[in-house]
């Protein structure tokens, strides 16, 4: 299966975009030169789940506003929006996403500093940025994203934390993270079979997290969209309180995204509004193991750094993803309707 | 029925909003002259989908960069952003939402200049902030919200375009689009019937719209799952191909918020692509009939003014919700496990 073994891969990605750490702290000088008032982050998928991770790896590192930014604003409404004091970081996996590339084109002609994050450093969204960072992540071939998702995350970390002149803390914090993602992998790969083997029917659920863990909820509930036909829904821990958990019964399961962190009390308190609900609970991360309410608990290890928990929190979800379209009798590397490159806008 | 009952009060909460519109004029001689980099939206619930819709006002009205700020960033992370050239608009229906009114407090303390918009002017959250506009929609006794859900529209639509020097051509838009929309209430609540008795069973929904429509896609969305139990998710039209089309199949039906706008093409595509997955289709807005693909197709006129469409685009939603609830022997005033006021964070 292919998925699986890039979803194994990632380590060694993650030290392939180490081995870019000039580049980005080259794109991060950039930056700092051009200190912007705000980063606008862009992106489909996967790679818009990588964009709501930057806005907390610059919101966290160097404290700037970096927000993901209306793509149709730009492109379909032609916004009359002055974007001198904006830099703009687009993101895609193949660099070849229509409306992400006119984004950038017209950022870029309304005078922001454009930054483009791709696997395809000859693409023609590479071309259109004044800087193109390459994720070096090696072909990616099954239609759901994985290793490309980590290193994106990799580089975004790298390239916050060389605006705040903390680059080579987060290259050890990145290696050290590779690491510790190669040791859980067999682990976690049996703990989600049993996960998956009893939630072999259900076609409802939950992604939550909350904070820096918004990101990995968004990318796991889109792993189970396109991989396993569940309609998985990513919800901010609040927001599953504010109106959602009216939904839930125990057929319709949580998953919660828990990392030690400062948002952790936020998402213990949706997990408990969630079992109250009925819902069948799944904690994975760092923290998992303070979800009293889970009927099964995947805990990781801490990261080195609280910003790069995603990197590893994201792999129980791929994990539980690949085995669960293996129960319900699908093939993970071809998802019904989809082609690896999407070039709608 | 207190929803539909409070849905019906819409074009009257409109019309209040109007008569509030020159407390929002010095609102927005306020923001102009503070000239703010980034304009921070914040809120949960019904009042996060108004959010989205104000970041489209503000970017087509006066040109502004206008995005939905995390609030965990500043609240549960006290990351050190600087928020001097910011201003916060913070949406809350009762004003009580804990961390919005934290996430002020904050801002407020690091620079920003702050405005509340509320349906209680006497609530925490307006005392905790600079200025205060008050929704005057008259008390809202149902948990899902409607009136303020587009009361809060329209003081974002008339804050934004007081910003832009068009204050007064909005009012008079509203004002037209009150009466449009009172016109159509007894036509879409006939015409939303034979979609939920058709869909009764249903357990899945996308609902799809870009640009503008996002915020009534998401709005959609969350009545569906407060009021009906269905796991409906918002996705923008072009998010629904990078990924999530491979979960739609027959009984998985898509709901696609379709308007005469710049936009209507990327939706359209969609439509395109979720009728090839197999997923029935239902079309509302003012160009529903341009969607050849859609089993059912719920027209609208069109608003006033374009940045006015979300005021009408949301009402089918909302009839559909509540007759959807009835078939399903569902109180849509009693969602499960909600109260009208969350005090979790």
Redesign the interface.
């Known amino acids: 299966m292919r998925f699986v073994a890039e979803v194994r891969e990632q380590p060694a990605a993650l030290l392939r975009v180490l081995a870019q750490a000039g580049d980005v702290e080259a794109a991060a000088r950039a930056l700092v030169a051009r200190r912007p008032?705000?980063v606008r982050l862009v992106g489909?998928?996967?790679s818009?789940a990588a964009a709501v991770y930057g806005?907390?790896a610059f919101?966290?590192l160097p404290?700037?506003?970096a927000?993901?930014?209306?793509?149709?604003?730009a492109v379909?409404?032609?916004?009359?929006?002055?974007l001198r004091?904006?830099a703009v970081i687009a993101l895609s996996q193949s660099g070849r996403t229509p409306?992400v590339i006119e984004y950038v084109e017209r950022a870029r002609a309304r005078g922001a500093l454009t930054i483009a994050v791709t696997n395809d450093d000859e693409s023609e969204l590479a071309a259109a940025a004044e800087v193109a960072l390459a994720l070096d992540a090696g072909e990616e071939r099954a239609v759901?994203a994985s290793k490309t998702y980590t290193a994106t995350l990799a580089t975004l970390a790298l390239l916050a934390a060389g605006c705040a002149g903390r680059g080579s803390e987060m290259a050890s914090g990145l290696a050290r993270t590779a690491s510790l993602l190669a040791d859980v992998l067999d682990p976690v790969e049996r703990a989600v079979g049993p996960v998956a083997h009893a939630l072999g029917d259900v076609?409802?659920?939950y992604v939550i997290g909350?904070?820096v863990e918004?990101a990995t909820a968004r990318e796991m509930a889109?792993k189970l969209?396109?991989?396993?036909?569940?309609?998985a829904?990513p919800l901010?821990a609040?927001?599953l309180?504010?109106?959602?958990?009216?939904?839930?019964?125990p057929l319709?399961p949580v998953w919660a995204v828990v990392s030690r962190?400062?948002?952790l009390a936020?998402v213990a308190?949706?997990c408990t509004?969630a079992a109250?609900?009925g819902a069948t609970l799944v904690a994975s991360g760092s923290a998992a193991g303070d979800i009293a309410e889970a009927r099964w608990t995947l805990p990781l290890p801490a990261a080195p750094l609280p910003v790069l928990a995603p990197l590893l929190s994201v792999l129980p979800g791929q994990l539980f993803a690949a085995r669960l379209a293996a129960v319900r009798g699908l093939d993970p590397d071809r998802?019904?309707?989809?082609t690896k490159v999407?070039l709608?806008?």
Chains 1, 2 share one sequence.
């Open positions: 008032a705000v489909h998928g996967s818009d806005g907390y919101g966290l404290g700037w506003t927000l993901r930014d209306s793509i149709s604003l379909h409404y032609d916004a009359p929006v002055d004091a904006s409306d759901a076609g409802r659920m909350r904070g918004s889109l969209k396109e991989t396993c036909r569940v309609a829904e901010s609040t927001a309180v504010h109106g959602p958990v009216a939904a839930l019964d319709f962190d400062p948002a936020s308190a949706a509004r109250e609900a998802p019904a309707g989809l999407t709608a806008s």
